[in-house]
């Protein structure tokens, strides 16, 4: 081992799933590595959705806070007719085909806005359109939740979890079918990068049955998707233990994640969740090669 790297094991603090302003987060790269290191962190991956554009930044905060830094994204995908989160890690970001396949993963967003605006303004909320841009900072990533900082803002709603109940889930008014990227897409941009492909806060897809579950994850083992994440912010503890189970019933490198995007909307700090259960291969042990560790100190 390289007396310069420190060593990484199943307790490393590792954070590889957050968000910046570069996609639906509310804090700068900068600012946000700046609270990871604060929060005990040793190994960044900032995930912002659909997008790479702030992964020189990212890296150059996490080396300014003596971090190792792995590059990230986080890949909106359609499978079995609904969303599914891939997170991409350690592979290079200036790769061509994972930008140009990124750049169209994000090119329908501005119609589907449009569209979620004229739901919205069915049921009376006006100019919805222009008032989640004032939130996004990156025009070719407006999401839903700059629409649900907006009603939140506008008062329709108390916090951006109730605006997504009432208006931006599947059957209310401000929801839009979208085709994001196929599964085999994101999977190959990523490995064909150099990276690895991680199954996103498996929990949360409460629309699949065990059988789609099932064929979500041998599809994405098939396609070369490797990982999965165990620990994450939205993840009950039970629900880390299944995943833990299905880790190695999937022989899946697992990560960990807080999915962070906001002081005052996330649950969870970035640094903070528990350790990754000890019988379980981390994903950073695998992409050790791809770390991207500080210069030894002068
Ligand atoms: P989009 O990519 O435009 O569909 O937006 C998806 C984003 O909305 C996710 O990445 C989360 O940040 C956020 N989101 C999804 N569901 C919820 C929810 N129930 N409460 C709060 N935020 C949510
Ligand atoms: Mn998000
Ligand atoms: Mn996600
Ligand atoms: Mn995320």
Excluded at 54 to 79: D, K, W
Excluded at 181 to 210: D, K
Excluded at 248 to 257: H, N, V
Aim: aromatic share 8%; with cysteine; glycine share 10%.
């Amino acid at each position: 081992m390289n007396p310069d790297r420190p060593a990484l094991s199943h307790v490393t603090n590792a954070d590889l799933h957050c968000h910046s302003t570069v996609s639906d987060g509310t804090l700068e790269p900068e600012a946000i590595a700046a609270r990871a290191a604060a929060n005990g962190v040793e190994l960044w991956s900032l995930t912002d959705h659909d997008e790479v554009g702030g992964q020189h930044r990212a890296r150059a905060a996490a080396h300014a806070h003596r971090m190792g830094y792995l590059a990230g994204c986080e890949i909106s995908v359609t499978f079995a007719d609904e969303t599914v989160h891939i997170v991409g890690l350690g592979f290079d970001p200036d790769d061509a085909e994972l930008r140009e396949g990124l750049a169209r993963t994000r090119g329908g967003r501005e119609a589907r806005a449009r569209d979620m605006a004229a739901g919205l303004a069915q049921v009376g909320i006006h100019g919805a359109f222009e008032g989640a841009l004032e939130y996004v900072s990156n025009p070719e990533l407006i999401s839903r939740t700059h629409f649900a900082r907006f009603l939140v803002e506008r008062g329709h709603c108390a916090d951006t979890s109730e605006v997504f109940r009432r208006f931006l889930v599947r059957g209310k008014p401000g929801y839009v079918p979208h085709r994001w990227a196929g599964l085999g897409e994101a999977v190959r941009w990523i490995t064909r990068a150099g990276g690895v492909a991680v199954i996103a806060h498996p929990a949360r897809y409460t629309r699949f049955t065990p059988t789609t579950e099932y064929a979500l994850f041998t599809e994405f083992a098939a396609h070369g998707g490797r990982g999965i994440e165990v620990v994450t912010g939205s993840h009950t503890v039970a629900e880390s233990l299944k995943y833990a189970d299905m880790a190695l019933e999937f022989d899946f490198l697992a990560s960990r994640g807080s999915d962070f995007h906001s002081p005052t909307e996330s649950r969870t700090d970035l640094g903070t969740l528990p350790d990754l259960p000890g019988r379980l291969k981390p994903v950073w042990q695998a992409l050790a090669e791809r770390v991207q560790w500080p210069d030894r100190q002068a």
